[in-house]
């Protein structure tokens, strides 16, 4: 069973620090490199923070020095600490297998699975 589910989020002022974490479904996190995503009001999702093959870490440009990505496979746990947030980070963030999980693997209409994700306010 394919479950991922988000938390951690929330309002948070700028300059301001939080850490998102995600548990997810055991072999996801034995298969998958993961990454986490984001999706601004009105705006695509789009990936910020990746770690492939439980190691190498990669990170959006608008987050590199800011955001950390971790995994603790024992605990099919993947966190991102997000420190110096600003409010062009507000958005909804999800994480997800790179690439996301196929939609007909999870049993789910859509084309690919998401869980419910957490929001993330960045506001004085």
């Known amino acids: 069973q394919v479950q991922l589910v988000e938390s951690g989020g929330g309002l948070v002022q700028p300059g301001g620090s939080l850490t998102l974490s995600c548990v997810g479904s055991?072999?996801?996190?034995?298969?998958?490199?993961m990454g986490w995503y984001r999706q601004p009001p009105g705006k695509q999702r789009e990936l910020v923070a990746a770690?492939?093959?439980?190691?190498?870490?990669n990170y959006a440009d608008s987050v590199k020095g800011r955001f950390t990505i971790s995994r603790d496979s024992a605990k099919n746990t993947l966190y991102l600490q997000m420190n110096s947030l600003k409010p062009e980070d507000t958005a909804v963030y999800y994480c997800?297998?790179?690439?996301?999980?196929?939609?007909?693997?999870?049993?789910?209409?859509?084309?690919?699975?998401w869980g419910q994700g957490t929001q993330v306010t960045v506001s004085s």
């Open positions: 055991v072999y996801l996190f034995n298969i998958y490199s």
């Open positions: 997800n297998g790179l690439p996301p999980i196929d939609g007909v693997v999870a049993g789910v209409s859509s084309r690919h699975y």
């Open positions: 770690i492939v093959n439980g190691t190498k870490t």
